[in-house]
Nanobody
Framework: QVQLVESGGGLVQAGGSLILSCTASGSTFRINAAAWHRQAPGKQREAVAAISRGGTTNYAVSVKGRFTISRDGAKNTVYLQMNSLKPDDTAVYYC???????????WGQGTQVAVSS
């Protein structure tokens, strides 16, 4: 069974940085396209950044220039580097990915990011 495991969340002051990681459990489950989403209290989940299998990236306007999504194929891991964090970035961040040769789309359990002012 495919599981996406996220790590790297935490509490940081405004202006600080964090890096989130997402990996698929089991060496046979290869991440294809992937994205990071976030959900703040009382708000809908929103897409933050996405990366294709070939490495093409897209970002939400609110994070463009501050966040960078990347992937390490050898480690089967997708990262979200978050710089210049703002209190508005406070949310639970979720990894979402397609897995090679597996139907459907998968979600991680979420990792909390809190940015203090």
């Amino acid at each position: 069974q495919v599981q996406l495991v996220e790590s790297g969340g935490g509490l940081v002051q405004a202006g600080g940085s964090l890096i989130l990681s997402c990996t698929a459990s089991g060496s046979t489950f290869r991440i294809n396209a992937a994205a990071w989403h976030r959900q703040a209290p009382g708000k809908q989940r929103e897409a933050v950044a996405a990366i294709s299998r070939g490495g093409t990236t897209n970002y939400a306007v609110s994070v463009k220039g501050r966040f960078t999504i990347s992937r390490d194929g050898a480690k089967n891991t997708v990262y979200l580097q978050m710089n210049s964090l703002k209190p508005d970035d406070t949310a639970v961040y979720y990894c979402n990915a397609d897995i090679v040769a597996k139907p459907g789309s998968y979600w991680g359990q979420g990792t909390q990011v809190a940015v203090s002012s």
